[in-house]
């Protein structure tokens, strides 16, 4: 079945760093990748998503470009803030089927 | 528009009681899912709904957990007896159809003890 890796966390920056978050599938099929973040005491937010192979999706400064030839949906920003402290999770949706999320990510950044 | 509603938002109970958790998706979704989330891991699918009908339930352990969407609206997840292993958040989801976008309830902490 579809599988999703994502580098394990937790990573630290301090504000203004770049950010990546590396993740890479297995899947049959055609599948949709997301990014979905978790605040500290709120529920799983859309980060971003690509429907087909190149698409980049992006939102607050976030994206992730979409790569069938490498089967990757890594996470970059340009600089990141306090308040963008988060686990951030990788996730597969294929055909209709409910979404397969890979571990989640810690990202803390520090003043 | 209002979000996924989930409630308790916490629960705590002992070893082999039951419990049950309730939640209202967004109006007009067509698509219910209910997540497993351990401590640690990402959200595991226990159950996928689309209206009253149900499209996956795969990896729900059907001789403790039982899960109803009754009127393809409001939905149920029971789970009896409880076993220590089952302490994590349980999140509710909806999407407008059998589609890749879901929207997420703030889910609901289980402790069992």
């Known amino acids: 079945g579809d599988s999703v890796t994502q580098m394990e966390g937790p990573v630290t920056l301090s504000e203004e760093a770049f950010l990546t978050i590396n993740c890479t599938y297995t899947?049959?099929?055609?599948?949709?990748p997301f990014w979905y973040v978790q605040y500290p005491g709120e529920g799983l937010q859309l980060l971003l998503k690509?429907?087909?192979?190149?698409d980049k999706g992006s939102n607050k400064g976030f994206e992730a470009t979409y790569r069938k030839e490498t089967t990757s949906f890594h996470l970059e920003k340009g600089s990141v803030q306090v308040s963008d402290s988060a686990v951030y999770f990788c996730a597969l949706g294929d055909s209709g089927y409910a979404l397969n999320f890979g571990k989640g990510t810690s990202l803390l950044v520090t003043p | 528009e209002a979000g996924v509603a989930q409630s308790p938002r916490y629960k705590i109970i002992e070893k082999r009681q039951s419990v049950a958790f309730w939640c209202n998706p967004i109006?007009?979704?067509?698509?219910l899912y209910w997540y497993q989330q351990i401590l640690g891991q990402g959200p595991k699918l226990l159950i996928q709904?689309?209206?009253?009908?149900?499209?996956?339930d795969s990896q729900l352990p059907k001789d403790r957990f039982s899960a109803e969407r009754l009127k393809g609206v409001d939905s149920t997840l029971k789970i009896q007896p409880a076993k220590l292993e089952d302490s994590a958040v349980y999140l509710c989801?909806?999407?407008?159809?059998?589609?890749?976008?879901?929207?997420f309830g703030q889910g609901t902490r289980l402790t069992v003890v």
């Open positions: 899947a049959t099929g055609y599948p949709s």
């Open positions: 109006s007009g979704h067509a698509t």
């Open positions: 690509a429907t087909k192979a190149d």
């Open positions: 709904f689309q209206n009253n009908g149900v499209v996956d």
């Open positions: 989801a909806s999407s407008l159809g059998l589609e890749r976008e879901a929207f």
